[in-house]
C-alpha cells in the first residue's frame, strides 16, 4: 500500500486535493439529489408540463450523478486521509457520510425496483413507490445532516465565519423542509386520506 502513493502521486498533480470533497459532496447531496427530488412537485419543477416517464428517466439520471458524485467525493476524501496519515470515518461527520453514501447506493438500487416493477411480484407499484419515497426522504435528509456536520469542521469554520455561516447552515434546513413537505403532500397526507 505504500507504493500506492508513490506511484499514482495524485498529491503532486493536484493541488488542493482535500477541496474536492466537499465541492463534489455538496454537489451530490445540494444540488442534485434536491433538484432529482424537485422534478415531481407540481410547485417547482421545470419540468411540469413533461409526461410522468420523463420526469422518472430524469429523476434516475440525476440520482445516478448525485451517487457518482458522491462515491467520487468518499474516495478522494479517503485517498486525501491516506496520504495525510489520518483515521478514516472517526467523526460524526465522517460516519453520517459513510452512511448517508452507503444508503444512497441502497436508495438507488430500490430504485431499479420502480423502473423494472414486474421483478418484484409481491409488491404492488403504489406500495413501492410509497416505501421508495419515504425511504429517500431518510436519505435526503441524512445528507443535509452530514452536510451540516461538516459545516462545524475546523476546515469550514475557519472559511466561512460570521452571518455567512448560519447562512450556509439555513440551506440544508430550507431544503430538507421543503423536500419533507413535497414527499408529505405527494404520498404520505393522501394516504392516510384514503380509507
Known amino acids: ?17 482535500f477541496s474536492w470533497h466537499p465541492l ?50 468518499l474516495g478522494i476524501i479517503s485517498y486525501n486521509k491516506y496520504l495525510n496519515g489520518k483515521s478514516h470515518f472517526v467523526t460524526w461527520h465522517g460516519l453520517t457520510g459513510l452512511l448517508t453514501v452507503l444508503y444512497a447506493s441502497m436508495q438507488c438500487m430500490g430504485g431499479l425496483a420502480l423502473l423494472y416493477p414486474k421483478l418484484m411480484k409481491n409488491w404492488t407499484l403504489a406500495k413501492l413507490k410509497l416505501y421508495h419515497a419515504t425511504s429517500g426522504l431518510v436519505c435526503y435528509l441524512l445528507g443535509c445532516a452530514s452536510l451540516m456536520l461538516g459545516m462545524c469542521s475546523l476546515w469550514f469554520t475557519t472559511l466561512v465565519t460570521g452571518i455567512f455561516w448560519y447562512l450556509a447552515v439555513l440551506c440544508p434546513i430550507l431544503t430538507s423542509l421543503v423536500i419533507m413537505n413535497q414527499v408529505s403532500n405527494a404520498y404520505l397526507y393522501r394516504k392516510r386520506m384514503k380509507p
Open 1 to 17: 500500500m505504500a507504493g500506492l502513493k508513490g506511484l499514482i502521486g495524485l498529491s503532486h498533480f493536484i493541488p488542493g486535493l
Open 24 to 73: 463534489l459532496m455538496s454537489l451530490a447531496f445540494s444540488f442534485l439529489m434536491t433538484e432529482a427530488l424537485l422534478v415531481f412537485s407540481p410547485e417547482t419543477s421545470l419540468l411540469r408540463s413533461f409526461s410522468r416517464k420523463v420526469k422518472v428517466r430524469f429523476h434516475w439520471v440525476l440520482q445516478l450523478l448525485c451517487l457518482l458524485c458522491a462515491l467520487l467525493g
